[in-house]
């Protein structure tokens, strides 16, 4: 064991090192579309001032007469196209709610069309960054945890089997309101007095006469606030996130004691610097009381108290129950080989995949079930968790059931047809058809997507607009092996069999079921 508290130390700190790495890319992205919102809003500002010469000295009863007169339904529809960019449902209905209002469809004043500009550009911010996030914080969580194991392991130089961690864990730290009110609220909430700042800018700029560059010019440098109170956001949460995953490694090695460290330079506070060294329970571990973030921008991390009775239960821990055997971790192992060897390799790479998605697309998962459910009805996953499995763990059946959602939503596939019966009819056709030879000598390798479409038929063609009946099994069958062949030279890839009952077509070098008509 390596008993340098220096090294500890220094493997803590490189650990918040590599995790606020990760939140430089995230800010990076959120700043992007903190200059994206204010280019588009200085946009919809020209378009609804293109008219208009707005240079000093316009006179205020001017200003008024220009922000209440009424914009035309092409304007207020360029404010509406960035709408469609959320990705929060619940705030994208909200926004369309608010601008389809009985109000807005007898068209409204500037000024309020200019507010809502706002109003929507800069949830569009609040989504992206809500989005992002998450997103960290869910890899930093998995990446926090799984690191400290190695730093312990290869500190004491003793190797074990450890256990994946739980979603349910990942989730429970990601809801946690350790500081009084969640960071999505607090996202949401920036958004709004950034949203008051930006139109108490613009409103007294036009009133005071300013011209439209120099009003663009106010409101560029305004997004400082909200890019400072993301960064501040993002690198506390981060630090939070983090320390909690940590605290989890702790308990997955048997670890009852932490030692809280903080930095040592005079940027450290007050708080911080009155917990340094002090020894807490891990069972007792509290962030903002005992456990870092104890403020904003907080730096503080942890590091394992390996006293001699916390290495022997360690030891004990790590040793197999049946076999006693453990490993040694080699002095010259990184973190990437280890964490292939002994976490991917365990659970095998493709669990680890599927685990690694599942919680990284649980936000867009959730909404993409909501849709699914509008089609599949009663035969829809019935939580996110089943969801999820079907998506990520059953590629064969995840790629029958979007093909499905996909031809109902197109109208190929009446909504008299339940998948149950796409399901049972595409296995029939797999057993009955696939493998057959043709009565010119194709063999049926396989079908396609618009072939089974075509086998149940619609109530209304989105290209014919007409009814469109499908085609029974056994009929195809009959045509594939009896029916009059018929081969077009304009057409190599598609050779039709043709009876009384149906036409199917099939791709002669592939051996591929096209489609099929009555």
């Known amino acids: 064991m390596i008993s340098n508290k220096k090294y500890w130390q220094n493997r803590s700190e490189k650990r918040m090192t590599t995790y606020h790495k990760n939140s430089d890319e995230t800010i990076f992205k959120i700043n992007k579309a903190y200059d994206k919102a204010i280019k588009d809003i200085n946009e919809d500002i020209n378009n609804?001032?293109?008219?208009?010469?707005?240079?000093?000295?316009?006179?205020?009863?001017?200003?008024?007469?220009?922000?209440?007169?009424?914009?035309?339904?092409?304007?207020?529809?360029?404010?509406?196209?960035?709408?469609?960019?959320i990705k929060d449902d619940d705030i994208k209905k909200q926004l369309y709610a608010e601008l389809n209002s009985k109000a807005y469809k007898a068209r409204i004043t500037r000024l309020e069309a200019l507010k809502d500009s706002i109003n929507v550009?800069?949830?569009?911010?609040?989504?992206?960054?809500?989005?992002?996030?998450?997103?960290?914080?869910?890899?930093?969580?998995?990446?926090?945890?799984?690191?400290?194991?190695?730093?312990i392991q290869k500190g004491v130089?003793?190797?074990?089997?450890?256990?994946?961690?739980?979603?349910?864990?990942?989730?429970?730290?990601?809801?946690?309101?350790?500081?009084?009110?969640?960071?999505?609220?607090?996202?949401?909430?920036?958004?709004?007095?950034?949203?008051?700042?930006?139109?108490?800018?613009?409103?007294?700029?036009?009133?005071?006469?300013?011209s439209v560059k120099k009003i663009a010019?106010?409101?560029?440098?305004?997004?400082?606030?909200?890019?400072?109170a993301t960064e501040r956001l993002t690198r506390t949460e981060t630090t939070y996130m983090c320390n909690m995953a940590e605290i989890e490694s702790y308990k997955e090695c048997g670890i009852d004691k932490y030692i809280f460290l903080a930095t040592l330079d005079l940027r450290t506070s007050k708080q911080c610097r009155q917990h340094d060294g002090k020894i807490y329970k891990v069972s007792e571990a509290k962030p903002g009381v005992n456990l870092p973030p104890l403020h904003a921008y907080c730096r503080s991390t942890t590091i394992a108290d390996m006293d001699s009775e916390g290495l022997e239960n360690l030891s004990r821990r790590a040793r197999d129950p049946?076999?006693?055997?453990?490993?040694i971790v080699p002095g010259d192992m990184n973190y990437e080989e280890w964490h292939k060897k002994f976490v991917v390799n365990k659970y095998g790479e493709n669990k680890s995949q599927a685990m690694e998605n599942m919680i990284k697309n649980k936000s867009y998962d959730k909404a993409q079930?909501?849709?699914?459910?509008?089609?599949?009805?009663?035969?829809?996953?019935?939580?996110?968790?089943?969801?999820?499995?079907?998506?990520?763990?059953?590629?064969?059946e995840w790629n029958l059931v979007k093909d499905y959602v996909k031809s109902r939503e197109n109208n190929m596939i009446s909504a008299f047809t339940p998948y149950s019966q796409y399901k049972e009819y595409k296995e029939i056709i797999n057993s009955d058809i696939v493998g057959l030879t043709t009565s010119n000598g194709i063999k049926i390798t396989g079908q396609s997507k618009h072939f089974i479409e075509r086998v149940f038929g619609t109530n209304l063609d989105p290209k014919t607009n007409r009814s469109r009946s499908g085609v029974e099994i056994n009929d195809i069958k009959d045509a594939l092996?009896?029916?009059?062949?018929?081969?077009?030279?304009?057409?190599?890839?598609?050779?039709?069999?043709?009876t009384d009952k149906c036409m199917v077509s099939v791709n002669p070098n592939t051996g591929v079921l096209i489609q099929t008509n009555p």
């Not at 001017?62 to 035309?72: D, F, H, P, T, Y």
């Not at 800069?122 to 730093?151: G, H, M, P, S, W």
Request: glycine share 6%; hydrophobic share 30%.
């Open 48 to 85: 609804i001032f293109r008219n208009y010469q707005i240079n000093t000295g316009l006179s205020s009863s001017e200003c008024r007469k220009i922000l209440n007169s009424k914009i035309s339904d092409k304007e207020l529809a360029s404010i509406k196209e960035r709408i469609r960019y």
């Open 157 to 210: 130089k003793l190797g074990f089997n450890v256990a994946e961690m739980p979603d349910e864990t990942i989730q429970e730290i990601l809801k946690n309101n350790w500081s009084g009110e969640h960071y999505s609220k607090r996202i949401w909430n920036n958004s709004k007095v950034f949203a008051s700042k930006l139109e108490d800018t613009l409103i007294s700029g036009i009133m005071a006469g300013h």
């Open 121 to 151: 550009n800069t949830k569009r911010v609040a989504d992206t960054e809500l989005q992002a996030t998450t997103k960290l914080y869910t890899n930093n969580i998995q990446d926090a945890y799984y690191r400290t194991l190695f730093d």
């Open 481 to 498: 092996l009896n029916g009059s062949v018929r081969i077009r030279k304009s057409d190599p890839n598609s050779i039709k069999f043709i």
């Open 322 to 327: 049946v076999t006693g055997k453990t490993y």
């Open 217 to 228: 010019k106010e409101l560029e440098e305004y997004t400082s606030y909200g890019k400072f």
């Open 369 to 396: 079930l909501k849709k699914y459910r509008k089609v599949l009805g009663k035969e829809s996953p019935k939580s996110l968790k089943e969801f999820q499995e079907l998506k990520y763990n059953n590629g064969e």
